[in-house]
Nanobody
Framework: QVQLVESGGGLVQPGGSLRLSCAAS????????MGWYRQAPGKERELVAA???????KYADSVKGRFTISRDNAKNTVYLQMNSLKPEDTAVYYC??????????WGQGTQVTVSS
């Protein structure tokens, strides 16, 4: 049974930081591409960041220079370090895994709220 469990969301003031974690089980973590998506109310889900099995990364333009994705294969965990947070970063953040071209498994999501 595949499980992706996110943690680390919460309420933070603009300019603050949060670190999201996603612990995976039931997959061969090291060979999967891992991604972080987000969905804000009334908006479509969007890819925020992704990291391949080889460590290559990509980011949405809106978060470049502020967010960093990383992975620890020994812990089957992917992280999203979010700095200089803005109110428009408010969303539910989801972790997802992909063995091929599509994301096959998803976590339940964690809420991130950026507000003063």
């Amino acid at each position: 049974q595949v499980q992706l469990v996110e943690s680390g969301g919460g309420l933070v003031q603009p300019g603050g930081s949060l670190r999201l974690s996603c612990a995976a089980s039931g997959i061969i973590f090291s060979i999967n591409t891992m991604g972080w998506y987000r969905q804000a109310p009334g908006k479509e889900r969007e890819l925020v960041a992704a990291i391949t099995s080889g460590g290559s990364t990509k980011y949405a333009d809106s978060v470049k220079g502020r967010f960093t994705i990383s992975r620890d294969n020994a812990k089957n965990t992917v992280y999203l370090q979010m700095n200089s947070l803005k109110p428009e970063d408010t969303a539910v953040y989801y972790c997802a895994s992909a063995y091929g071209a599509t994301y096959d498994y998803w976590g339940q999501g964690t809420q991130v709220t950026v507000s003063s």
